[in-house]
Nanobody, 118 residues
């Protein structure tokens, strides 16, 4: 499975961005696709995840109500819609895929940089 992340950029505080994670290869049996982020000088942090078949979603508390993760199974793509962005959201965002339950991060995409200016 290969993952291709895109959609990062520079946005002012309060603005929006949509990240995409396009999956290719043997995607039919994936368990979930999610996003983590890593800000400069900080540890990598879970952001959101969506289960590939059932569509259940999970978010870290700091993004609840602002970020929405969704999927398009036909396009093998997961989206992260980010609204009301804050400078604290500035980070490199990575998408990942879980092959099975509990097997976190079986596959990783390259990062995409999100910069939120104040």
């Amino acid at each position: 499975v290969q993952l291709q992340a895109s959609g990062g950029g520079l946005v002012q505080a309060g603005g929006s961005l949509r990240l995409s994670c396009a999956a290719s290869g043997r995607t039919s049996n994936l368990y979930a696709i999610g996003w983590v982020r890593q800000a400069p000088g900080k540890e990598r942090e879970f952001v959101a995840r969506i289960n590939w078949s059932g569509g259940a979603t999970y978010y870290t508390d700091s993004v609840k109500g602002r970020f929405t993760v969704s999927r398009d199974n036909a396009e093998n793509t997961v989206y992260l819609q980010m609204n009301n962005l804050d400078p604290d959201d500035t980070a490199v965002y990575y998408c990942y895929a879980d092959q099975t339950y509990g097997q976190v991060g079986s596959y990783w995409g390259q990062g995409t940089l999100v910069t939120v200016s104040s």
